[in-house]
């Protein structure tokens, strides 16, 4: 098992050991200024029927026009995952009934999608990874919204949403545990905000996750899938399919089969149940739309398209670690969100400008300071990066401080807790305060002898062999000058003269 | 002509009124006064569903304020009626369907509008077939329209033909100048040589479809109905257009119509398809056809054969096509947004749509949504669907070849005249075979004409039909203008309706 | 080959969302029936390499600019609700 890292996980049933098999259709919201097929808006939480157009609304002679930006976020998705960018697409219409879907069918691709093949690193933890197929990305249209729960007989519908761009994301089935399916979705989350594509915001719905799930004895064919509609946590991922898996197990222990079927899940109580009623006569009748032409893209595009990609994820860690020689961990924290990443190397770029010195000697104290020091503080405010209190320039300027010796370290510490609360820069606090180091010789030497006449004790134990009170003479000196004394110098200094 | 009177205003033809609106003869005051007299009179045609003297009037003042200040464009001035497929704002549009019932849209189609930027005049809003789906104006929910023209010695009534029936029956009754139509597989062509009308279906792509509604996406074009070629030449000329907002439109210049008639088709080879001679066609047709052959080589034409060898397969064809996007096209009508609801007592979502649905659409629509989902469902797709879109490509491949020869096309514009209520109803494939020569060129999205050229022995008109390359309007309406001028078919329908 | 029943009639109706009384289902299937009967005869064309046309427009799909140019027309889009409440369409629930 240990060639396979991901296939530890397995449901133990009452005759044997079960493999859970995954594949996940992540519905992701395109960032676009408007529709994919009309000029409305498509800002989160309006006003019900305020972003919508008549053609999102499905007015009689009402015609979709596309945004070619969406066209862009679909490839540019494509690319950063490594996929074929199919040169001919089409649109087809997929057909059917519901109050929130205006022109009875939904604008989306079948058969020839706008991204083909692809693959995402898994990081599990450890060092671990494991490759994951795309086996697509299309273009569709979101549905409006439906409220069933403000009036004891109406539904209401709200369209604001109707006709959103949405990218379908569509895994191979090669996921093999809820784990897996965590670190896939953390993963594309990641991809799609680098690139800036998908906000990947899963409460606002602007990622959605389709997952399908099916058991079997380890090296059987695969079993029959259930789809579970619609998952909207990371979190809630993980339970259904433990509850779903273990479902299936019981179900096929039992003697039963699994029908195939689309569920939903139930965060309240864990479980997944069967949508079978709405399902019962789905026959989408798909057909190319003939209100569109083919969507044709030329090399010229996709090599546009491709150059403002940013560096991805995988591709920073590396250099983090091999060129700045950060530790994986450390690596792995950075590039998890590209704000935080970004966030360090502006830091490490502003230092080294600072100082003088290479970022590479630089870049572990950085990281250091940057994963425990401020993203410590930043989470214990519940702050992310990106309104993070203290800027790029103050947080350079302050490690600079620390690095050509003006405050120490501890020093560094209480000056930025200031940082924090007032947003000063710390240049100035470390001069309002007066914190900056004494290195001078002669000041330090002056208040090492006064300490040394005080303390006669002291001193014959140490002459006595009991070296260990050097802490002693170094914490009286700190004391006295209030922390500000360049320990360096502090040490350099006492030695000689308790040695006598 | 000063001392016209009113009634006389509305036997001009476009481009007269056009002259004499310039030179100031007559206001467009006084045209459009004649003509709203002129649709109440018409109402035993039942073409007018809707009718808007008021924003005729406001229209024509606005129009004889531009004719003042001199910057009048052809079309200024001119009272046309405008199919109920179009939407216009504020005015109800139904597409003649119940489903749509009180729809009045916030939004006007791009043709109508191109209409009223050039200054024409509206009537009203013209019966038709339901969502267009007819050859005889028997399915609209209005009632049926009647022909103006009735057979010699006749009192019975016959149909218009359709879908486009009220916009032929209102020109060719003299309740409007010109009309504007939409043609899917003929309903331009078929009810035009219905009614001794002109009417032109341009290329697909030519006219926007946005604000018409759609009945079958990949067919659906818009286009005149008028009483001479030269009137369809101005009006097409005002309609067409580039539209950003359909993205099946075109981005190509217009041309000037009415500059390419200039009655020289001298060497100019017209194409004679031989799988149009159809077995058991009315004599009279064949002859007319012959008739429209000389009248072309007379004017300096070449004739050639030409063989269209899936001409057989287009109706079938179509009768898939056509179904399959509507069935799509009409899910919009479900009683959420907008005209009928009906809801049983105590139904839910799903009982609203169907019975909304049941309720909403005719027995033709249904049929036609019915053939269409049926041709779209699992397991039934590549054997029709897609059967159907390769035998199209084959259909087109067939003109494609043709025009390698031949610069235009002459064939029958349908195989019968006229014909009596009720007589095909009853069997949808009969009235489907209507469209037997107008439905090719549909499907391969090519532009094409009717021109009246004959009557038959009941005295009831005749058509001939002239198909061009794709864009190739000019060549279209010269040809046409030629037969016009050749026909010289000057027989009008007796005005029993205004008895 | 295509002969439809009432129990097809029936579900592709289903499908269609069309009420269809039962005693029009029957005469339903008769007409439906002799239509495909009739469009049957396209399969004696060889369409073997024949790419399907989808569109008589030979040309590729048009782009828009990313602008907001629409919406914000709330009382046009409601205007011919046959049942709104608080700015949303109003239908009844449905019922599973």
Redesign the interface.
Request: hydrophobic share 50%; proline share 6%.
């Given at each position: 098992m240990s060639a396979d890292v991901g296939s530890a996980y397995c449901i133990q049933g009452a005759t044997g050991d079960w493999e859970v098999v995954l594949g996940l259709e992540v519905h992701a919201q395109v960032i676009s200024r408007s529709k994919l097929f009309s000029g409305a808006a498509t800002d989160f939480g309006a006003e019900p029927n305020t972003q919508v157009s008549l053609v999102d609304a499905a007015m009689p002679g009402m015609l979709p026009t596309i945004n070619g930006e969406c066209v862009v976020q679909a490839v540019r998705t494509g690319l950063a995952l490594g996929a074929e960018i199919n040169h001919y697409s089409v649109f087809d219409r997929k057909n059917y009934f519901y109050a929130d879907l205006p022109q009875g069918y939904q604008i989306s691709q079948f058969k020839h999608p706008v991204v083909g093949e692809g693959t995402i690193l898994l990081d599990l933890g450890d060092g671990k990874t494991k490759e994951v197929g795309i086996e697509r990305i299309h273009l569709e249209q979101d549905a409006g919204k439906s409220m069933h729960d403000q009036h004891p007989e109406l539904t209401y519908v709200d369209l604001n949403r109707s006709g959103v761009a949405l990218m379908e994301i569509v895994s191979r089935p090669d996921m093999r545990s809820p784990d897996e399916a965590g670190a896939y979705l953390t993963k594309l989350r990641t991809i799609l905000r680098y690139i800036g594509t998908c906000d990947g915001n899963m409460e606002q719905g602007s990622m959605r996750a389709d997952v399908n799930v099916s058991v079997r004895r380890p090296g059987d064919p695969l079993g029959t899938r259930c789809e579970i509609k619609n998952v909207n946590s990371i979190r809630f991922v993980r339970q259904a399919i433990e509850y779903e898996a273990r479902r299936q197990v019981d179900i096929i222990e039992d003697g039963g089969t699994i029908d195939q079927e689309t569920r939903l899940f139930d965060p309240n109580k864990g479980e997944t149940r069967s949508m079978r009623s709405k399902e019962e006569a789905h026959d989408y009748r798909y057909f190319p739309d003939p209100d569109l032409l083919p969507l044709e893209l030329d090399d010229a595009f996709v090599t546009a398209a491709r150059d403002s990609l940013p560096e991805l994820p995988d591709v920073k860690r590396t250099r983090f670690v091999e060129s700045l020689g950060l530790s994986d961990y450390n690596a792995g924290v950075l590039v998890a969100e590209k704000e935080s990443a970004d966030y360090f190397e502006k830091l490490l770029a502003a230092l080294a400008e600072k100082t003088g010195k290479s970022a590479e000697k630089l870049a572990t104290k950085a990281a250091n300071w940057v994963i425990s020091d401020l993203f410590g503080t930043l989470n214990k405010m519940g702050k992310t990066v990106s309104d993070s209190p203290v800027t790029v320039d103050h947080g350079a300027e302050l490690l600079a401080l620390v690095e050509d010796g003006t405050i120490s370290g501890r020093i560094a510490k209480d000056v930025f807790e200031v940082m924090v609360e007032t947003g000063d820069a710390p240049a100035r606090i470390v001069e309002d305060k007066g914190l900056r180091q004494v290195s001078d010789t002669g000041e330090i030497e002056a208040i090492i002898d006064g300490i040394i006449a005080d303390n006669h004790g002291q001193v014959e134990q140490y002459r006595a062999g009991k070296t260990k009170v050097m802490g002693f003479f170094v914490g009286q000196v700190m004391k006295a000058t209030g922390g500000k004394a360049n320990p360096q110098v502090v040490n350099q200094l006492l030695k000689p003269k308790l040695d006598g | 002509m000063s001392d016209a009177k009113p009634s006389d205003l509305t036997k001009l033809t476009i481009a007269g009124a056009r002259d004499m609106l310039s030179s100031g003869e007559i206001s467009a005051r006084e045209l459009a006064q004649a003509h709203i007299a002129a649709v109440d009179a018409a109402d035993p045609l039942n073409a007018y569903i809707v009718k808007t003297p008021e924003k005729a009037l406001a229209m024509a003042d606005a129009a004889d304020a531009r004719l003042k200040a001199g910057n009048a464009a052809p079309m200024t001035g001119i009272p046309i009626g405008v199919k109920d497929l179009f939407a216009t704002e504020g005015v109800r549009t139904t597409a003649c369907s119940h489903i749509l019932s009180g729809f009045e849209p916030a939004y006007e189609s791009t043709v109508t509008q191109n209409l009223w930027d050039a200054g024409a005049v509206m009537l009203g809003k013209l019966n038709m077939d339901e969502f267009a789906m007819g050859s005889s104006n028997e399915t609209s929910h209005y009632g049926p329209v009647k022909n103006p023209w009735r057979a010699t010695g006749s009192n019975s009534d016959y149909v218009p033909g359709g879908s486009s029936g009220g916009s032929v029956a209102s020109v060719a009754g003299y309740a409007a100048m010109g009309a504007t139509a939409s043609d899917t597989g003929g309903s331009i062509r078929q009810p035009a040589a219905f009614t001794g009308t002109v009417g032109v279906k341009p290329t697909y792509g030519r006219c926007s479809r946005y604000g018409m509604v759609a009945f079958a996406s990949s067919l659906d074009q818009a286009g005149p109905v008028t009483r001479t070629v030269r009137d369809s030449a101005i009006m097409l000329g005002a309609m067409a257009g580039y539209d950003p907002k359909d993205s099946t439109s075109v981005d190509r210049s217009v041309p000037d119509f009415e500059a390419a008639l200039t009655g020289d088709i001298r060497g100019l080879k017209i194409g004679i398809p031989q799988e149009y001679h159809l077995a058991g066609m009315p004599v009279e047709i064949e002859t007319l056809w012959h008739q429209g052959i000389d009248w072309l080589k007379a004017a300096g034409a070449e004739i050639v054969d030409i063989n269209l060898p899936h001409t057989k397969y287009a109706l079938p064809t179509y009768y898939i096509v056509a179904p399959a996007e509507a069935s799509s096209n009409l899910a919009r009508y479900d009683g959420v947004r907008y005209g009928l609801r009906d809801v049983p007592q105590g139904g839910g979502l799903a009982d609203m749509y169907e019975t909304t649905r049941g309720q909403g659409f005719g027995p033709e629509v249904k049929r036609r949504v019915m053939i269409g989902t049926y041709v779209l469902s699992a397991g039934y797709y590549d054997a029709y669907y897609l059967k159907a879109q390769k035998v199209r490509q084959l259909i087109a491949d067939d003109f494609r070849r043709a025009y390698e020869k031949v610069d235009a096309i002459l064939t029958p514009t349908a195989p019968s005249a006229a014909f009596a209520f009720g007589d095909k109803s009853d069997d949808p494939i009969a009235m489907y075979l209507n469209d037997v020569f107008t439905v090719p060129a549909s499907l391969a999205g090519l532009p094409g004409s009717s021109v009246p050229a004959g009557l038959d022995a009941d005295g009831l008109p005749l058509g001939l039909q002239i198909l061009g390359r794709a864009w190739d309007e000019e060549t279209v309406l010269k040809v046409s203008g030629v037969l016009e001028e050749a026909a010289g078919f000057t027989a009008r329908p007796q005005d029993w309706w205004r008895a | 080959m295509s002969e439809?029943d009432r129990a097809?009639?029936a579900?592709?109706?289903?499908?269609?969302?069309?009420?269809?009384d039962e005693d029009a289902l029957e005469p339903?299937a008769g007409?439906?029936t002799?239509?495909?009967d009739?469009?049957?005869?396209?399969?004696e064309?060889d369409?073997d390499n024949?790419?399907?046309?989808?569109?008589?427009?030979d040309?590729?799909?048009?782009?828009?600019?990313?602008?907001?140019?629409?919406?914000?027309?709330?009382?046009?889009?409601?205007?011919?609700?046959?049942?709104d409440?608080?700015?949303?369409?109003?239908?009844?629930?449905?019922?599973?």
């Open positions: - | - | 439809i097809t009639v579900k592709i109706a289903r499908l269609a969302r069309l009420k269809i339903m007409e439906l002799k239509i495909l009739w469009v049957e005869q396209l399969s064309v369409t024949i790419a399907p046309m989808s569109s008589p427009v040309a590729k799909l048009r782009w828009r600019d990313d602008a907001v140019t629409d919406g914000n027309v709330r009382d046009k889009v409601l205007k011919n609700a046959p049942h409440e608080y700015g949303f369409f109003a239908v009844p629930k449905v019922i599973e």
